[in-house]
């Protein structure tokens, strides 16, 4: 196994999306799968999801590896002084049953629609929203479906409203 510094950094950074409920386990880790120039780094706690690509042919990855969230203290620890020799104990070869991340991933001919998420934040606080509290995303439109559009953010009886929100065809 050959680890970049950028691969370990990227661990770093989407770690926290794993799941901390120790009931679902398999939901605490890293997934890393090896591809011919690079890998695929996979994360989920159940709830939300990334599924990224990182192109590098020197990273030697001959099987999938899983990294638990755990190790953040240990792999911050190495990130920092560039000492990869603990890192060992950190990943596993064993196949923990983890989900199929890339059935929820969009496909072509699936809606794109993209928006400033600051703007998502700041009406997440204005409507003082709570960790218990659900918030529903309806998209409103008009007309066309590439122009007048709308997110309706509503959470309770409150409601705010994302725009101008651009809508279009999910190109791949």
């Known amino acids: 196994m050959i680890l970049s510094r950028e691969l370990l950094g990227r661990v ?68 920092k002084t560039g000492d990869y020799s603990p890192l060992k104990q950190c990943f596993s070869y064993d196949n923990i049953g983890y989900p ?13 629609v993209s928006f400033n998420p600051k703007y998502l934040l700041d009406l997440h606080k204005a409507l003082a929203v709570t960790g218990k509290e659900a918030v529903i995303l309806s998209l409103k439109t008009k007309g066309e479906l590439q ?18 929100v651009k809508i279009g065809w999910k190109i791949k």
């Open 100 to 112: 199929n991340t890339e059935s929820i991933e969009a496909k072509q001919g699936d809606y794109e």
């Open 12 to 79: 770093i950074e989407i770690i926290p999306i794993a799941s901390k409920d120790e009931t679902r386990f398999h939901l605490g880790h890293v997934k890393l799968s090896p591809l011919d120039n690079g890998v695929l780094l996979e994360v989920t706690d159940g709830f939300k999801a990334i599924r990224d690509t990182l192109i590098d042919t020197t990273i030697g990855l001959e099987k999938t590896m899983y990294v638990h969230r755990s190790h953040l203290p240990l792999l911050k620890h190495c990130f």
């Open 147 to 164: 122009c007048k559009t709308a997110i309706q953010v509503i959470v309770g009886k409150k409601k705010g409203t994302l725009m101008p």
